[in-house]
């Protein structure tokens, strides 16, 4: 591989460049995509945003063939019609490939008035969205790219104390720990067994929010991941750099 430097999402992946991608291990940097707490966290509950339902469950993310929404909306059908759980509405933050053929399955399936499709939002709506939620859920369906991957739903739930559902992915069931609930078959029904039964236990329902945060205070933290970011790029830039600031993956030369 030609590359003066790479940079992996998690040592697995870093294993995949230094062994496939055949880059020399000192050239190849894992940097992982943690929320930065001072402006990803939760805010003040929003009820306007809740509707007429008791609770609610969110996904949040870009909308593309591999994420799997489409198991979270019949999932959603599931939940409504087969367990008569009107009470409980879906929130699809986000937009994407998807977007519209998940609008036109939930239209299919009878819970257009259940699942609410928010389209892209960001800031501080999109954290009042995320913070009426009671819980999450990644939808990904195990596969070999989805088992190496580190997703950012993961991180970003944890940073504002959202427990969430989860498929039994190897990688995310690592990153998730104690913040997640796995649930072991990617079927629309397995997933809506899951939802109704975290949603019915507040208590690990609050042990698993406040785990989540501790692990994104102390473990998952960007302020200790800038600098192996930061070292990626001096190391193909050059010394003649040593005042860059990276922030979000942009190099911006201070005068």
Known sequence: MCADASIAMNETCKTLAIERGRMPAER??????????????????????????????????????????????????????????????????????????????ARQLQVEN?????GYISGESLLRHM?????????????PFNHHISMNKVFEYMAVGLPFVLFDLVQSKSEAGEAALIVDRPTPDVL???????LADAPARERMGRYGRRQIAHEFSWTNEKPKLLAAYRQVLGEWLPATDV???IVREQS
């Open 114 to 118: 259940n699942v609410k499709f928010t």
């Open 247 to 249: 922030v979000t993956g």
């Open 131 to 143: 913070s009426i939620l009671d819980i999450g859920v990644i939808p990904d369906p195990p596969n």
């Open 28 to 105: 190849v940097w894992t940097v992982k995509s943690y929320p930065e707490l001072k402006t990803f966290r939760p805010v003040e509950r929003d009820e306007t945003l809740r509707g007429e339902f008791r609770q609610l469950v969110g996904w949040v993310g870009i909308m593309g063939e591999q994420d799997g929404v489409d198991i979270l909306v019949r999932a959603a059908a599931h939940v409504v019609h087969t367990l008569g759980r009107t009470d409980i509405g879906f929130m699809i933050i986000g937009d994407g490939p998807e977007f519209k053929r998940m609008q036109a399955l």
């Open 192 to 198: 809506a067994n899951g939802i109704v039964t975290l």
